[in-house]
């Protein structure tokens, strides 16, 4: 026979406090409410067919296949056919506002900032000892040694060390500016000096530079660093009250001050 154990709101409240969760649930909720404000502001609506059309890609995505499916799906996580219509709704909204506010601004930003999506395809191997990366270095350079078997004898990682060191392809904004700034410097295919950096000394080698196109998938990601950019802002203007277990939590951008009923300060 199963033990039954009691669960409630204050719970799972005091739960997403002590496992340092409250921050990032209440950035989401206020996330929320700024999109809804500001739909609301420049009135912003949705119509059954895009609801529809959104339901049925969410479903797709989570490969609910069938009316079963989706019930177990809202079952597992505690929504009912509203919650999930809400859920709905709140997604087709953030994607209709993104559009509104930066759909006519990303091509321009793309030109404006093209270096920042070119990618670089690259081989690396970490190491701790100067001595040996320039030995390494020189060995590659006359040709005496190759980068794969650089990578065999001196990366760790299984993975990696089996792809030769490969990183695949990589942004400007995913490297070191160190070794951000000698990549895209270079000329493919090109071995890079070592490069010492806080975390060790890197053997690089450059084997191709991949200029960006614009595309959609380009175009998807602008959007999301233009909304993001566009949240932050918002975020540091707003002023959120709380009255949550009898404690009212005053927070004035990102700082909270918390006035218990008693009166006292913590």
Known sequence: MKKAISVNSEDIFNHLKVSCQFPSILESIITCKIIESKAAEIGLTINLKELQKASDNFRLSQQLQTIQDTEIWLQKHHLSLDDFEKLIYTNVLSQKLVEH????????????????????????????????????????????????????QYIKEPDLRRAGGYRGILSRRELPAEISHAVFAAHPPKLLKPITTSTGIYL???????????NE????????????????????????????????IELYNGKANKEFSNGSMV
Request: aromatic residues 10%; proline residues 1%.
């Open 101 to 152: 506010l930066f759909s006519d601004r990303v091509e321009a930003h793309f030109y404006q900032h093209q270096l920042d999506y070119a990618g670089a395809a690259i081989y690396e191997v970490l190491l701790n000892d100067e001595d040996i990366a320039i030995e390494l270095y020189c060995a590659l350079e006359e040709e005496e040694i190759s980068f794969h078997e650089v990578a065999r």
């Open 204 to 214: 690089i080698l450059v084997e191709e530079i991949i200029q960006p196109q614009f």
């Open 217 to 248: 998938q380009i175009r998807k990601q602008i959007l999301g660093e233009l909304f993001s950019q566009w949240l932050q802002r918002q975020m540091k203007d707003v002023e959120i009250e709380m009255d949550l277990n009898g404690e009212e």
